[in-house]
């Protein structure tokens, strides 16, 4: 057995944990389930992967349960993995998923990548009246995950939304690790609705007790954005942003690109040409400066917003599936319509591939280009 312990924590999991376990046992991992209190099959289904499934009485901390599932695990390099992520595993990636404990040493923490698709409520969703942002109903996201770690020098800490942290007080070191995981966990509203909820109430409670902090401030704002909400996620945002935050954070860059969002929904568009000032810092992504590319065109600044989607479809980092790519040209073709250039229009259209939206454009206009 390779010296890697998967653990999971669960409550009510049915729909999903059977598919997780599956996918994982397929490896010579050990696997250790947390349950926080099921009702329904989840239990059950955990036992017939492993026998080591325990019970944890919930008390409204991720962090704990995380760490309760660690301490019951054998190996000391563990796997965090949540019952909506399903492990995606080829047979190139196989070789090098066995070999994963030589790919890190116990003072690094391991980044997977891990794909979300997530249901965009009605506010997000693109129509040519509301001037949307998103042009499809679900849209995917690509993140950056640290969870594979050596659990004599990292734990958890933070209630919801946990973070690990080194034992020494010394930052960790992230690298990337070769594992990529599917998460079904936001695919539908329905998913999206009662996860934000918790979620919500959970850091409610914990911005109570700790007082002002930026990634609680951030999380809070980033849970009502989630739910279209952006006149209460706004806010916090702004609150977060008015702090002392280091701009090397993940999470900072995606508070400024929801932040944007935010004032673009709220029909701030002015306001929003205030991230100019930062684009220096932010720049480095293609989600940043599809941003920039949707500011400039909501103030009509046409030139300069396909300067930026240009600009998108050469970066290769990105967060967002298609802000690099389809997205990025659809919304040339748009500009392009909007000025009367149907040839032009066309031209960048036909770039989107199989994007829907773009392909009804341009059979909306190709009697005229």
């Known amino acids: 057995m390779l010296p890697i312990s998967v653990c999971i924590i669960a409550k009510n999991e049915e729909p999903y944990i059977e598919e997780c376990l599956r996918r994982l046992s397929h490896f010579d991992w050990e696997i ?33 349960a995380r760490n309760y599932s660690v301490r ?10 949540d019952c909506d992520e399903y492990l995606q595993a080829d047979s190139v990636a196989e070789d090098l998923i066995a070999h994963l404990t030589e790919q890190i040493t116990p003072s690094q923490a391991g980044l997977f990548h891990r794909i979300s698709p997530s249901a965009s409520l009605s506010s997000l969703e693109h129509t040519e009246s509301d001037n949307n942002i ?8 690509h993140e950056q995950i640290a969870r594979f770690f050596h659990r004599q020098y990292t734990h958890y800490e933070g209630t919801i939304h946990e973070q690990l942290v080194s034992r020494c007080g010394k930052p960790l070191e992230f690298i990337s690790v070769p594992l990529t995981f599917y998460h079904v966990g936001y695919s539908t509203s329905d998913m999206k609705h009662k996860k934000a909820s918790r979620n919500i109430a959970m850091l409610e409670a914990s911005l109570e007790k700790q007082g002002a902090d930026p ?32 701009e090397k954070e993940e999470y900072v860059q995606t508070m400024v690109e929801s932040y944007g969002y935010c ?16 684009y220096h810092i932010f720049s480095k992504t293609a989600d940043f400066v599809f941003l920039m590319g949707l500011i400039y065109m909501n103030n009509a600044m046409f030139h300069q917003a396909i300067h930026e989607f240009l600009k998108a479809v050469s970066i290769t980092k990105y967060s967002v599936e298609g802000v690099n790519s389809y997205k990025a040209y659809y919304n040339i073709g748009v500009i392009y319509e909007c000025m009367g250039d149907m040839g032009n229009a066309v031209k960048y259209y036909d770039k989107c591939g199989d994007y829907t939206p773009a392909i009804e454009r341009k059979n909306a206009i190709s009697p005229y280009s």
């Open 215 to 246: 990634y609680i401030l951030f999380q809070l704002g980033q849970s009502y954005f989630g739910l279209a909400d952006y006149s209460l996620a706004l806010p916090y945002f702004e609150q977060a942003l008015s702090m002392d935050v280091n």
């Open 134 to 141: 998103y042009g499809e109903s679900v849209s995917v996201s």
């Open 72 to 81: 019951k695990a054998s190996n000391n390099y563990i796997l965090v993995v």
């Open 263 to 278: 004032l673009l929904n709220l029909q701030l568009s002015a306001r929003a040409l205030e991230l100019e000032g930062i």
């Open 32 to 64: 250790v389930v947390v349950d926080t209190g099921s009702t329904d099959r989840t239990i059950e289904i955990a036992r017939a992967y492993t026998p080591n499934v325990y019970h944890f009485d919930w008390i409204n901390d991720f962090s704990a």
